[in-house]
């Protein structure tokens, strides 16, 4: 009951903005809808279903299909050229662009990795064949499509299967399947140009790439960035409304830390951060306790790296749905008792 009170609050506070500024605004208005019509009843069901094992049980156990299915569909979308950046069968945000795509692929690279460590949930041929046959085809897919951020998520989700991987092989067996990898990256990176080429899929996504590499300036996320301090600035404390960064620079920061400081200020940004940390706590100790659970960290982080370098914070489903759903699962000690 708490938490719907909470989510109507803020459904108000978001709504209200409009009158504050008095001007219509599209934008504000599809990320509200998106808000209300998604986000809210998401986070409703996740604290629903946190408390039953099983639920959580079934949905690690099918993240390996997830992972195949948006695998091939990321892949089937970048090999078509339709898109200036070589990704995407639709040419405007209403499909699949390619930052969709990049993010897409990524997230399910990263549930195949989460698979690939737990070798006893789904076997030797998922993990030694198909497990990373679909972490190399999202990679491809990843440096194709030409989305930034979603090349940053490949990577995190990398970093953490290397985290964990490392806690169960030896030192020296970590150091030879990361030069392996490594290696077999810089093959990746050099097939797939010439496989692109020779299907006449546009490379232009994977130049995208390899420029945000060399030098990560972009006018427009500066521009964005300049104007989301300005408009901070006017208002540090508690920010100017819910939904105003739409009003104050046209349209989100493309960062959750800047969307927060123009919407809620310092004390808004300030609450959020606790969430996350308390989240991150919560995790620890479930991980602790049932190893499986870093397949929540996943989830996480995928909510997390959109967040933070394209999409809209409040409208980031994985990011709000372990927030609330890893609230409510209950400790050791707690299922005990019941």
Sequence with gaps: MAIVTILVIISGMFYLTRFVYGIHNNTYSSYFLSFVGQTVPLIIYATMISTKMEANDRIKKLSPFVSVIFSIIAFLCVINPSSKTGGGLAKNDNGLNYQTIAYMAAYASGLAEFGFLLNNYYGKIYNKVIGIGLILLNFITVLLSGGRGGFVAFLVFIILTFISFGKQKSFIHKVIVQSCIAVVILLILFASVKIASGLNISTSGLWRIAKFISSASDSNRLNAFYSSLNSFYHSM?????????FYEIGFHAHNIFLDLLVETGLFGTAII??????????????????????????????????SMFSGYYLTQFPLWWVIFYISGIPKVEEREQR
């Design 237 to 245: 404390f508690i920010g100017h409304g819910i939904g105003s960064v």
């Design 273 to 306: 951060l606790i969430i996350i940390f308390r989240t991150f706590i919560r995790l620890t100790i479930l991980i602790k306790q049932d190893r499986t659970n870093v397949f929540w960290v996943y989830v996480f982080l995928c909510g997390a790296t959109i």
